[in-house]
């Protein structure tokens, strides 16, 4: 089995980033947004998945998949949503910072992002939580997110009885569930290109610039 894991290999078209490094110079976010609109054109499977990796104040790193809801091109921001009560939470309070990585392998391209975070006001979460599905509403009062449970069984029970709580159909949101923005420091866009010869292109915030005047500098990185 190692052997055959060894093996595994894709070699990556040659389409480079000239375009892009002529056209991004000074404006990372609105080259962010060209690449998900191409990833949402291709149909690449849920476009707005990203991993979230967050860690302890003494260093300690965890990661998962989350589901990007919101994307502020000025103020260089991205917005998730979460149970205020989860391992991911407990780590944002006490240590706000994380990375997010996007990946779409249709287009063979990556991008990382770097940043402080906040949470959302009351008002803005309660607003996207009332645009949810009825069920996503409901599982977000049914589940004690990154606590352990017996079996399904007793996640499915829990369900049921928050259906039935909420039987007449007005689901407020749960005060444990809300917002979060990562306000971005660095994003780092990545081109496969043939023989691991990546294109990598790195921009970072000036420090002095302001949220209404973003200065980026943009440096080329070696694969």
Known sequence: MTDEVAKLRVQYSNTPLTEEEARAAGSPMHLFQKWFDEAIRVKSYE??????????????????????????????????YTNYESRKAQELDRNPRAALVFWWPELERSVRVEGSVERLSTADSDAYFASRPLGSRLGAWASAQSRPITSREALER?????????????????????????????????????????????????SKSSDHDMQWRMTRLQP
Do not use: S
């Open 158 to 206: 829990q369900a049921a009885q928050v259906e039935e709580r909420f039987a007449n159909g007005e689901v407020p949101r749960p005060p444990h569930w809300g917002g979060y923005r990562l306000h971005a420091l660095r994003l780092e866009f990545w081109k496969g290109r043939a023989n691991r010869l990546h294109d990598r292109l790195l921009f970072e915030r000036d």
């Open 47 to 80: 476009p707005n998945a990203m991993t979230l990796a967050t860690a302890t104040p003494d260093g300690v790193p965890a990661a998962r998949m989350v589901l990007l809801k919101g994307l502020d091109l000025e103020r260089a921001t991205f917005t998730w």
